[in-house]
Nanobody
Framework: VQLQASGGGLVQAGGSLRLSCGASGSIFSINVMGWYRQAPGKQRELVATITSGGTTNYADSVKGRFTISRGNAKNTVVLQMNSLKPEDTAVYYC?????????WGQGTQVTVSS
């Protein structure tokens, strides 16, 4: 399984970015798609997930600012990030779970300047 993420970049505080991730390869049934992030010196943390049934889950720190959704293309997930803050700066990783297995994308850098 390959995950290709795009959409990271540099933005000023208060701005917006849209991350997209597409999965390809041996995909049979994706249970959950999501985004995680890792800031320098910190552990990787959950940002948001969406199940195959459309149930979403968000970290408290991003509730009301970020929105996760399924993309128009099959096996894609989108993270719309609004009202970005400097503390959102991190490498963002796409993740999918199929049964007991999980796959990670290569990560995309998001930098929010103050």
């Amino acid at each position: 399984v390959q995950l290709q993420a795009s959409g990271g970049g540099l933005v000023q505080a208060g701005g917006s970015l849209r991350l997209s991730c597409g999965a390809s390869g041996s995909i049979f049934s994706i249970n959950v798609m999501g985004w995680y992030r890792q800031a320098p010196g910190k552990q990787r943390e959950l940002v948001a997930t969406i199940t195959s049934g459309g149930t979403t889950n968000y970290a408290d720190s991003v509730k009301g600012r970020f929105t996760i959704s399924r993309g128009n293309a099959k096996n894609t997930v989108v993270l719309q990030m609004n009202s970005l803050k400097p503390e959102d700066t991190a490498v963002y990783y796409c993740n999918i779970r199929m049964g007991s297995s999980a796959s990670w994308g290569q990560g995309t850098q998001v930098t929010v300047s103050s």
